[in-house]
C-alpha cells in the first residue's frame, strides 16, 4: 500500500514537499517513483529512484527545481519541490515497481492534488 500526502495550494516560486509512505512487501521494491496527471494530459514520469537511493532520474522540466529521495528505514519515499511553477499543477501519484523475473508489477498511490498559482 501506498500512501501520499504533502499536497496543496502553492504560489508561483513556493515549495512544497510531498511524502510516499510504504507498507506490505517493501523489500522487493526495486524502484519507486512519482508521476503526475493534469488535467486533459498523459501520466508522466516525474522522477524516480533506484531502492538503494544510488541512482535518480528527472524529467527535463522539472531538473535542478525537484529533488527525489527515499528513507528505507521509514519505508518513505520524498520529492521536494522548489521553484514551482503553474504549469507544475497536477495530481502526483507515488509508484513502486517490482520486477520478479521478466515481469514488472506496478503499485501506485491514491494521488495528492498540487496546485501552483500564478
Known amino acids: 500500500q501506498l500512501v501520499e500526502s504533502g499536497g496543496g495550494l502553492v504560489q508561483a516560486g513556493g515549495s512544497l514537499r510531498l511524502s510516499c509512505a510504504a507498507s506490505g512487501s517493501t523489500a522487493s521494491i526495486n524502484l519507486m517513483g512519482w508521476y503526475r496527471q493534469a488535467p486533459g494530459k498523459k501520466r508522466e514520469l516525474v522522477a524516480s529512484?533506484?531502492?538503494?537511493?544510488?541512482?535518480?532520474n528527472y524529467a527535463d522540466s522539472v531538473k535542478g527545481r525537484f529533488t527525489i529521495s527515499r528513507d528505507n528505514a521509514k519505508n518513505t519515499m520524498y520529492l521536494q519541490m522548489n521553484s514551482l511553477k503553474p504549469e507544475d499543477t497536477a495530481v502526483y501519484y507515488c509508484n513502486a515497481r517490482t520486477i520478479v523475473v521478466l515481469t514488472t508489477f506496478d503499485y501506485w498511490g491514491q494521488g495528492t492534488q498540487v496546485t501552483v498559482s500564478s
Open positions: 529512484i533506484t531502492s538503494g537511493g544510488g541512482r535518480t
